[in-house]
């Protein structure tokens, strides 16, 4: 989730190449700040062993994120698993400034640069559903 300045919100999901299912996390960046990071399912460390209720590589997964005022909240969701849900208070964090206007963006990004020429990533969008609730044209 961007905004005109930063970033409030970037979902990850990373499966190290030893581990048979990877990890899901969020970074929520402070408008002009640092980011505060929330471990989901698994966690963000480089050598994180394999999360015990990870995803795996092909397992179909799906997340909604929720704006209402000044609470986020991100949810992850899997056939016979219950919902992970984070909650995070933007009281604090400067998104509440009307010229901060906010968008979604879906799509991959490689995040990493310390491994193989050969490595590449990968993701497949079954259905993308977006909603704004009184928002002005």
């Known amino acids: 989730m961007h905004a005109n300045d930063d970033e409030p919100l970037r979902l990850y999901y990373r499966k190290l190449p ?5 990890a899901i996390y969020i970074a929520h960046e ?4 640092d980011d505060t990071w929330y471990e989901l399912i698994g966690s963000r ?3 994180a062993p ?4 990870g995803i795996a590589l092909d397992e179909i997964f799906s997340y909604e994120i929720k704006v209402e005022s000044n609470t986020l909240t991100v949810t992850i969701m899997r056939e016979g698993k ?9 009281t604090d964090s400067g998104y509440d400034d009307p010229s901060q206007y906010q968008y979604f963006k879906a799509g ?4 990493n640069n310390t491994g193989d020429d050969s490595d590449y990533v990968q993701a497949t969008f079954y259905a993308l559903e977006n909603s704004h609730m009184g928002y002005q044209h």
């Open 18 to 22: 030893n581990n048979s299912k990877g």
């Open 50 to 53: 394999d999360p015990e209720d």
């Open 82 to 90: 219950d919902d992970v849900v984070q909650i995070v208070d933007m």
């Open 108 to 111: 991959v990004y490689n995040q």
């Open 45 to 47: 460390s480089s050598s």
């Open 30 to 33: 402070l408008l002009g700040g």
